[in-house]
Antibody, heavy 114, light 111 residues
Framework: QEQLEQPGAIVKKPGASVRVPCKGSGYSFTGYYIYWMRQAPGQGPDSIGWINPSNGDTYYEQKYKDRVTLTRDTSINTVHMELSRLTFDDTAMFYC????????WGQGTHVIVS | QSVLTQPPSASGTLGQRVTISCSGSISKIGTIYVYWYQQVPGMAPKLLIYRNNQRPSGVPARFSASRSGTSASLAISDLRAEDEAFYYCAAWDDTVTGPRVFGGGTKLTVV
C-alpha cells in the first residue's frame, strides 16, 4: 500500500525551528517528487515547495523561501521539512504529498506554536 | 499565478446531483490543468480528479468534472452521506515545478 507517514503533532515555542518528517513506503521513493503543503484552519492548502528525493533538488515558494529547508534521506525513505523562526501564525497542519498530481498524502502534522 | 474562487458552501439531498464551481484568473491557460480534492474534516485531502476530468482508480464514476476556459466544475451524482466534506479545486501547469494553487474550498452538506 502506497503511503506517506507523518507524526500527528509537534509543539514548539516561538522563535524555535520545527523539523517534520515524511516517510514513504509501498512505492519507489526516489521515483516521485514530494511536495509540502500548509493548511491553516478553514483554508485551502498552501504550497510550500518540493524536493526530488532522487537527487535532492528543491524548490521553495517565495513566501517560505527564507525560512524553509527540505532535505531527504533515501536510506530510510524519508524527507524532512524544517521551518525556522516560528511564530504563533505558523500554527497549522503541514502535509507532504506525492508526485505532481499530489495523489498520495500524508495524514498531516499539526504544528503548534505555543 | 492563479487565483481560484469557490462558493463557500453547497448542499444536496441523498440521491441528488450537485455541482461545485471553480473560477478564476488562470494564467497560461493552454498548459494549466484543474484538479479536485476531497477533504473530510480531520483527514488529509484525497485526489478526486486530475487533468481537468480524469478519475484516479478507485474514485467512483459518481464524481465527474469539466472545464471551460477559466471555469471548472465538479459534479457529484447519486449523493451519499459520506460525500459530506470540503472540496477544493486546484490548478497548475503539468510540470513538476509549477506552483500548486488551491481554491478556498466548498463545504458540501448532505441533508
Amino acid at each position: 500500500q502506497e503511503q506517506l507517514e507523518q507524526p500527528g503533532a509537534i509543539v514548539k515555542k516561538p522563535g524555535a525551528s520545527v523539523r517534520v518528517p515524511c516517510k514513504g513506503s509501498g512505492y519507489s521513493f526516489t521515483g516521485y517528487y514530494i511536495y509540502w503543503m500548509r493548511q491553516a484552519p478553514g483554508q485551502g492548502p498552501d504550497s510550500i515547495g518540493w524536493i526530488n528525493p532522487s537527487n535532492g533538488d528543491t524548490y521553495y515558494e517565495q513566501k517560505y523561501k527564507d525560512r524553509v529547508t527540505l532535505t531527504r534521506d533515501t536510506s530510510i525513505n524519508t524527507v524532512h521539512m524544517e521551518l525556522s523562526r516560528l511564530t504563533f501564525d505558523d500554527t497549522a497542519m503541514f502535509y507532504c504529498a506525492r508526485g505532481f498530481r499530489l495523489d498520495v498524502w500524508g495524514q498531516g502534522t499539526h504544528v503548534i506554536v505555543s | 499565478q492563479s487565483v481560484l474562487t469557490q462558493p463557500p458552501s453547497a448542499s444536496g439531498t441523498l440521491g441528488q446531483r450537485v455541482t461545485i464551481s471553480c473560477s478564476g484568473s488562470i494564467s497560461k491557460i493552454g498548459t494549466i490543468y484543474v484538479y479536485w480534492y476531497q477533504q473530510v474534516p480531520g483527514m488529509a485531502p484525497k485526489l478526486l480528479i486530475y487533468r481537468n476530468n480524469q478519475r484516479p482508480s478507485g474514485v467512483p464514476a459518481r464524481f465527474s468534472a469539466s472545464r471551460s476556459g477559466t471555469s471548472a466544475s465538479l459534479a457529484i451524482s447519486d449523493l451519499r452521506a459520506e460525500d459530506e466534506a470540503f472540496y477544493y479545486c486546484a490548478a497548475w501547469d503539468d510540470t513538476v515545478t509549477g506552483p500548486r494553487v488551491f481554491g478556498g474550498g466548498t463545504k458540501l452538506t448532505v441533508v
